[in-house]
């Protein structure tokens, strides 16, 4: 941040958030689009299988990314710039080690991943054949993803949101160029994608050192013990949100293989690209409203926090309603977006009419946490964001389809949303109550709490 921001600020941060957020999850959808007209059902399949991996490395960067821009905006506030300046170095140095270790990792281990995540045959070459690309480029996912949030926190939302748009019309080209012209199938279209995050890391930088005063000193790269727990810790819960989704994609492909095989697995990827992308543009409104929520949390303002907290909820009340009217209405169309079987649209369509029923719950969710780690409230924002995948929809994808068949398996999606969104609601209470109204926020601008 250049200078102090102000809570009336709230839609410069938050609208080329959510455009930016929406656009990283364009790029799978992108491939599923290409794919599925070029490659058919077993392409949407092999990328469903796959897209964990991916994701993985999404995550760890937006995690990365995410936690250091937390610790380096909350520093800012408390007038810290040294501290604020260390808090980038340090980001910056686990980025590339992340970078390094998840390229070596992945290249050894990719196939015994795809194998464990249910390829197999025809699925696994597909699988492997994507998979390979993204594991080579790793570097440019963490990067692409990890260096948008340390924009964002300086207030550089614009530069953000063009470095994202950047990437996508690259993506959108090549894929076109890969998969239409040479013909190149599943390898065209991770070769594409990762050509995009490259470029994305490469304007990313270029934009958040564009002035000499703003790069970090040597010894701030160094790489400091408490800084980084600090940064990994915050960055558990935007590593989470970013990676949750993943993590219930690979138990609902084993549910999608046991009840309907690869068909329903298709099914299930195209509703996954929607609701993937309804996810991250209602985590877009969180993640944009982050860095003012750090910065007045660290400078002690609580009446700032709980106004640009308001304004947050009835945002995201409003969008999720939007979006769910606009899944029921065009539940039918979307699966010919990508080019699925009239089998697998019939599935689709149903399944968008139950999921579309989460979304303002799902808005509710994702807001909190958000604010939760934006104010170093981290235990509550945990919570939140590993209940989902690690408790509640690993219950209902195994209860409710000894039931209701396939069906069980979209059901699964609003019935853990819901409990969620009951959860958060119950953690909002509790910590208002316990730090005495909006008046005695600035109890928590000390530092890490929970």
């Not at 194998?115 to 994507?130: D, P, R, T």
């Amino acid at each position: 941040m250049q200078k102090a921001p102000s809570e009336n600020q709230f839609f410069r941060y938050v609208l080329p958030s959510m455009l930016a957020m929406l656009l990283s999850g364009f790029y799978a959808i992108i491939d599923g689009f290409f794919i599925g007209h070029t490659i058919g059902d077993t392409g949407l399949a092999a990328i469903n299988i796959a897209w964990p991996v991916a994701s993985f490395l999404l995550a760890a960067g937006t995690g990365t990314g995410a936690g250091g821009s937390v610790v380096m905006t909350t520093r800012l506030g408390e007038g810290k710039k040294e501290k604020s300046r260390q808090a980038l170095g340090n980001t910056l140095f686990v980025l590339a080690a992340f970078s390094s270790a998840m390229t070596i990792l992945l290249l050894l281990f990719y196939r015994p991943v795809l194998q464990f995540l249910g390829a197999e045959g025809g699925l696994l070459a597909a699988a492997a054949e994507y998979t390979q690309i993204i594991a080579i480029g790793s570097a440019c996912q963490i990067l692409g993803t990890g260096l948008v949030p340390l924009l964002r926190n300086q207030g550089k939302t614009i530069s953000a949101m063009t470095a994202m748009v950047c990437g996508l019309t690259a993506n959108i080209i090549l894929d076109a160029l890969f998969m239409m012209v040479f013909h190149w199938g599943m390898f065209g279209a991770a070769f594409a994608t990762v050509t995009a995050q490259a470029l994305v890391a490469v304007l990313s930088l270029s934009m958040l050192f564009r002035r000499k005063e703003e790069r970090p000193f040597r010894r701030d790269l160094f790489p400091r013990g408490k800084i980084i727990a600090r940064l990994i810790k915050i960055g558990l819960s935007p590593f989470g949100m970013t990676f949750a989704p993943s993590i219930i994609i690979i138990l609902a492909n084993w549910q999608c293989l046991a009840y309907g095989g690869s068909t329903v697995v298709a099914a299930y990827a195209v509703l996954m690209y929607f609701v993937t992308s309804v996810q991250l543009l209602l985590q877009g409104v969180g993640e944009g409203v982050q860095p003012l929520l750090s910065y007045f949390n660290g400078a002690g303002n609580p009446q700032s926090v709980h106004n640009l907290l308001k304004k947050s909820f009835a945002l995201v009340l409003i969008l999720s309603a939007a979006l769910c009217t606009a899944a029921v209405v065009f539940r039918d169309t979307i699966p010919m977006i990508f080019g699925s079987s009239g089998e697998t649209a019939v599935l689709v369509s149903s399944a968008l009419l139950i999921a579309a029923f989460s979304f303002p719950m799902m808005g509710i969710t994702r807001l909190a946490s958000s604010f939760f780690y934006a104010v170093q409230k981290t235990r509550y924002s945990i919570f939140v964001i590993y209940a989902d995948p690690l408790a509640l929809t690993p219950l209902f994808l195994y209860v409710l389809p000894l039931f209701w068949g396939v069906t069980g398996i979209w059901l699964s999606i609003p019935a853990a949303q819901g409990i969620l969104a009951c959860a958060a609601g119950v953690l909002f209470i509790s910590y208002f109550r316990g730090h005495g109204g909006a008046a005695s926020l600035h109890q928590n601008n000390g530092g890490m709490t929970g």
